[in-house]
Each structure stands twice: as structure tokens, then as C-alpha cells.
């Protein structure tokens, strides 16, 4: 069997190893891969969003099945032009990706399907939406309505933030295309969680349930990121919230977009936010999270490969994959400058040959070897060490132990990932999604 991932990140680093150690000993491609990735895969040099460029390697290499990381591909049709072809591939098509690539999209079909989310508006002119943010009252949030790395959001404390935000996008062009629609949106307070789910379009299945932490500093301070450390399970998401979100979350997401004609064959990662007086999403993403992939993979006891086909047959009803009843661990190691300019190019000490100690796994995000061999930084964010533990105290306490003997100039890594779960446990509440 032959297996290509689409992806050169952490996410897709802990893709290709959870697929190269399947029972079905595939051979594993990745493109564009990572000189990391070529530890476990064959990477061939072909850019993620290079569709006819993958297509024509899949089908020279007669490529079984395709499994895309990111999300930029799925929202450029990936799934359509492989589809076409009888390119078997895993992910959303484009329809399907619009639950990532446009907010205005997902939070229509939210309301209709009645999920809870926060209350919003949809705007292209600004001064409707300046005057729509004073309605609404401060805090508040508004989003680019398309893809923008991550950075598309910005929570403004007052009228002022929000007029600049608003002007940024719609007028001033930032976030390009991404930003000629905003939507203005509800200001959440509660805690954040990352509720993947596979679906063959009729069934959900839950994946296990995890954590980002989005801000750069301890403590949940300063700027957003693309996440700088995960774990799973987490304990907010009791079995209590857990049947909630498959009930009023994913169930009903699955039947709106069924209803809309979209065959989504894919992940549905539901951002939530959960406070006491319940939970709604914050957005959609239509792929594994990074890192919470990493942290999640971890944990897999059983095929991801069987979930995978699963999925595309659309018998999902039939599987139930295998979790470890541990706590994983992923602890982000990121490049000086991120999330803003980053420098790259730092030589990285302490990594091994295999880039893991005995008791972690280091899965690359943006690293390279350089002429004599050493890794060096090629990203903003580097490296993911991930560890396990009974509890998430232990798989924190490895973690850190094994970044204790890794750097590089200018490193930068949050010491409190797992925090909430490390002071849930000490008040002895523990959690098995
Ligand atoms: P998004 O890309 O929509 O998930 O937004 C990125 C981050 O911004 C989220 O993980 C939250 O931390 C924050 N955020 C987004 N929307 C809201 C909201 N309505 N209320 C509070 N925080 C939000
Ligand atoms: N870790 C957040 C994301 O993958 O979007």
C-alpha cells in the first residue's frame, strides 16, 4: 500500500509516523515532506497547494490513498481534482472546506442548524459594521472571513479597536481577499477546547478530545498563535459536555452540511468554548489541529489508516478506534520573533540522530539540515516534544525534561502547557475522552 501525506509540519511529521508504524506496513510518501518527515516517509518536492502537481505524482506512482494535512489544499479543491481522477483522498472537498476557509459561511449554517455560537453579524461595508459593533458592545471580536494563518482575528476591548479592525480589513486591504468580509462577533468567556470528530458524512466519531494553548506567554498572555502546545485528554470535556457537543454540535454539523448537498468525508475540529453556561463554537477547522494532532496521535492504540477508510467507504458505524488511557503531551518549541518575524536559520542543540530522547518524541515543524548536517530553525514554530504520562503532571514532567536538553538562540516555549489539566488533577478529577 502507498500512502501520501500532504503537508511539511509537526501535524503532518506525527501523520506520516503514526502511518509508517500501521500494521499494513504502507510505503509512505510526503510532499513537500521535511527533512525530518524523511525519516519516515519518501518526500517528494511538491508544494502542498501544487494540486495538478500531486495529482500527476499520484497517479505515476499509483498513490493508494492521500491524506491532507493543511488546509490551504482542501480549500483549493484537492479533494475535487483527486475525486475526479479515482484518486482515493481523505479530507473535505471544496464545498466541504468552506467550514474552514470562510467564517461568514460557517456561522450560517451554525444558526440554521441551530449549534450554539456566539451572536454575530456579516459585513463587507464598514460603517454597517461599526455600527453594528456599538449595538453589540465591548468587548468584541472581529474576523477576516477567510483563511489568514490564524492571524484573522482580533478581539478589540472598545469602539476605537474595532473601527481600526474593521477599516484594516474591509478598507485598508489587510488579510487581502481573506478580509473583504468580516463578521463582528460576540465577545466568549470560558475555557477553550479542541473537539476533533471524523466523519463519512452520515457518522461522527469522536477522536479524542484535547487542548490548545493559542497564546505565546505562560498564562494564557500576549499574542495569538497557531498553538504552542496541546494535550489530550482534556478534563474540561467531562462525559457530560462530551454527549453535549456530539448532540448539539457535531450531529447536527454533519446533517446541515449533508443537507446542503456537501459530502464531507473528512476531520470536523470544532473550537469550543465552554463556560457554565454552556458550550459554543468559536469556528470550524476542516483538518487535524497543529498540535493537537501530535498529541492525539500519541495516544491512538488502533489503525489510523483503518479510521481512514472507514471514513472514505462510509462505514464508520463499523469502527472504533483504540485510545490510550494516558495523558499526551505536545510542548511547542518556537523560533525567536513568532508569532510575529521570526529569525531562522539558529543552529538546534541536543537533537539526536532519530530527533527523540528515551522517553519523548519530537515531532518537526519547521526545521531543515543545513550543509554539515545540523538541524537548524526554519520556521516559527520548530519543533513539538510530545510525551506521555498516567497523568498529565508525569507527561509534562517528561516533556520538559526532554526540552531541558534542547535549544537554540533565542528559544521560545510556554512552561505551563497542561496547566489547567496538572491543577484539575490535583483536585483528583481526572478524564477519559
Ligand atoms: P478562531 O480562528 O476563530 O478560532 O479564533 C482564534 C482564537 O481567537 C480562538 O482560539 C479564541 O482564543 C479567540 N476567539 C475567537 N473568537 C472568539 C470569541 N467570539 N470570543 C472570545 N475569543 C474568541
Ligand atoms: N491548533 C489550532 C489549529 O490547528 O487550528
Given at each position: 500500500?502507498?500512502?501520501?501525506?500532504v503537508?511539511?509540519?509537526g501535524?503532518?511529521?506525527?501523520?506520516?509516523?503514526?502511518?509508517?508504524g500501521d500494521p499494513?506496513?504502507?510505503?509512505?510518501?510526503?510532499a513537500?515532506g521535511?527533512?525530518?518527515?524523511?525519516?519516515?516517509?519518501r518526500?517528494?518536492a511538491?508544494?502542498?497547494?501544487?494540486?495538478?502537481?500531486?495529482?500527476?505524482?499520484?497517479?505515476r506512482?499509483?498513490?493508494d490513498?492521500?491524506?491532507?494535512?493543511?488546509?490551504?489544499?482542501?480549500a483549493?479543491?484537492i479533494?475535487d481534482?483527486?475525486?475526479?481522477?479515482?484518486?482515493?483522498?481523505?479530507?473535505?472537498?471544496?464545498?466541504?472546506?468552506?467550514?474552514?476557509?470562510?467564517?461568514?459561511?460557517t456561522?450560517?449554517?451554525l444558526?440554521?442548524a441551530?449549534?450554539?455560537?456566539?451572536?454575530?453579524g456579516e459585513?463587507?461595508?464598514?460603517?454597517?459594521a461599526?455600527?453594528?459593533?456599538?449595538?453589540?458592545?465591548?468587548?468584541?471580536v472581529?474576523?477576516?472571513?477567510?483563511?489568514?494563518?490564524g492571524?484573522g482575528?482580533?478581539?478589540?476591548?472598545?469602539a476605537?479597536e474595532?473601527?481600526?479592525?474593521i477599516?484594516?480589513m474591509?478598507?485598508?486591504?489587510?488579510f487581502?481577499e481573506?478580509?473583504?468580509?468580516?463578521?463582528?462577533e460576540?465577545?466568549?468567556?470560558?475555557e477553550?477546547?479542541?473537539?476533533?470528530?471524523?466523519?463519512?458524512?452520515?457518522?461522527?466519531?469522536?477522536?479524542?478530545?484535547?487542548?490548545?494553548h493559542?497564546r505565546?506567554?505562560d498564562?494564557?498572555?500576549?499574542?495569538?498563535?497557531?498553538g504552542?502546545g496541546?494535550?489530550?485528554?482534556a478534563p474540561?470535556?467531562t462525559?457530560?459536555?462530551h454527549d453535549?457537543?456530539?448532540?448539539?454540535?457535531?450531529?447536527?454539523?454533519?446533517?446541515?452540511?449533508?443537507?446542503?448537498?456537501?459530502?464531507f468525508?473528512g476531520?470536523?475540529?470544532?473550537?469550543?468554548?465552554?463556560?457554565?453556561s454552556?458550550?459554543?463554537?468559536l469556528?470550524?477547522?476542516?483538518?487535524?489541529?497543529?498540535?493537537?494532532?501530535?498529541?492525539?496521535m500519541?495516544?491512538?492504540?488502533?489503525?489510523?489508516?483503518d479510521?481512514?477508510?472507514?471514513?472514505?467507504?462510509?462505514?464508520?458505524?463499523e469502527?472504533r478506534?483504540q485510545?490510550?488511557?494516558?495523558?499526551?503531551?505536545c510542548?511547542v518549541m518556537a523560533?525567536?520573533?513568532?508569532?510575529?518575524?521570526?529569525r531562522?536559520g539558529?543552529v538546534?542543540?541536543?537533537?539526536?540522530?532519530?530527533g527523540?530522547?528515551?522517553?519523548?518524541?519530537?515531532f518537526?515543524?519547521?526545521?531543515?539540515?543545513d550543509?554539515?548536517g545540523?538541524?537548524?530553525?526554519s520556521g516559527?514554530r520548530?519543533l513539538g516534544?510530545?510525551?506521555?504520562?498516567?497523568?498529565?503532571?508525569?507527561?509534562?514532567?517528561?516533556?520538559?525534561?526532554?526540552?531541558?536538553?534542547?535549544?537554540?538562540?533565542g528559544?521560545?516555549?510556554r512552561?505551563d502547557i497542561?496547566?489547567?489539566?496538572i491543577?484539575?488533577e490535583?483536585?483528583?478529577?481526572r478524564?477519559?475522552n
Open positions: 500500500m502507498k500512502v501520501l501525506v503537508g511539511s509540519g501535524r503532518e511529521h506525527a501523520l506520516a509516523w503514526k502511518i509508517a499494513r506496513a504502507p510505503q509512505v510518501f510526503a513537500p521535511s527533512d525530518a518527515i524523511a525519516a519516515v516517509a518526500c517528494v511538491i508544494e502542498a497547494t501544487d494540486i495538478a502537481g500531486l495529482v500527476a505524482f499520484a497517479e506512482e499509483s498513490i490513498l492521500t491524506v491532507v494535512g493543511p488546509e490551504a489544499p482542501l483549493a479543491g479533494v481534482e483527486f475525486r475526479a481522477r479515482g484518486l482515493r483522498i481523505f479530507g473535505p472537498d471544496r464545498a466541504g472546506a468552506q467550514l474552514e476557509a470562510s467564517k461568514a459561511f456561522k450560517r449554517l444558526v440554521d441551530g449549534v450554539p455560537t456566539a451572536a454575530y459585513f463587507t461595508e464598514a460603517a454597517a461599526r455600527a453594528f459593533a456599538r449595538e453589540l458592545g465591548f468587548p468584541l472581529v474576523k477576516a472571513d477567510g483563511l489568514a494563518a492571524k482575528v482580533v478581539i478589540c476591548a472598545d476605537a474595532a473601527d481600526r479592525a477599516d484594516e474591509l478598507e485598508g486591504g489587510a487581502g481573506a478580509g473583504r468580509r468580516i463578521v463582528v460576540e465577545f466568549l468567556v470560558g477553550e477546547a479542541s473537539f476533533m470528530a471524523i466523519t463519512d458524512g452520515r457518522t461522527a466519531l469522536a477522536l479524542a478530545t484535547s487542548q490548545d493559542k505565546i506567554l498564562g494564557d498572555q500576549g499574542p495569538n498563535t497557531g504552542m496541546a494535550y489530550s485528554p474540561v470535556v462525559d457530560a459536555i453535549e457537543v456530539m448532540r448539539r454540535v457535531i450531529r447536527p454539523t454533519v446533517a446541515a452540511l449533508a443537507a446542503r448537498g456537501i459530502d468525508r476531520v470536523l475540529y470544532a473550537g469550543l468554548m465552554i463556560s457554565e454552556g458550550i459554543k463554537v469556528e470550524y477547522n476542516v483538518r487535524f489541529g497543529d498540535p493537537e494532532c501530535q498529541a492525539i500519541l495516544r491512538l492504540r488502533s489503525s489510523l489508516l479510521l481512514i477508510d472507514a471514513a472514505i467507504d462510509r462505514r464508520l458505524d469502527v478506534p485510545w490510550d488511557s494516558a495523558t499526551s503531551l510542548v523560533a525567536p520573533g513568532y508569532p510575529g518575524e521570526v531562522k539558529d538546534i542543540e541536543g537533537l539526536d540522530e532519530r527523540a530522547s528515551a522517553d519523548a518524541l519530537v518537526h515543524s519547521g526545521t531543515r539540515r550543509a554539515a545540523h538541524w537548524v530553525t516559527g520548530v516534544v510530545c510525551a506521555s504520562g498516567a497523568r498529565a503532571a508525569d507527561a509534562a514532567a517528561r516533556a520538559y525534561g526532554a526540552i531541558a536538553g534542547i535549544s537554540w538562540n528559544v521560545q516555549f512552561r497542561a496547566w489547567r489539566a491543577e484539575r490535583r483536585d483528583g478529577l478524564s477519559s
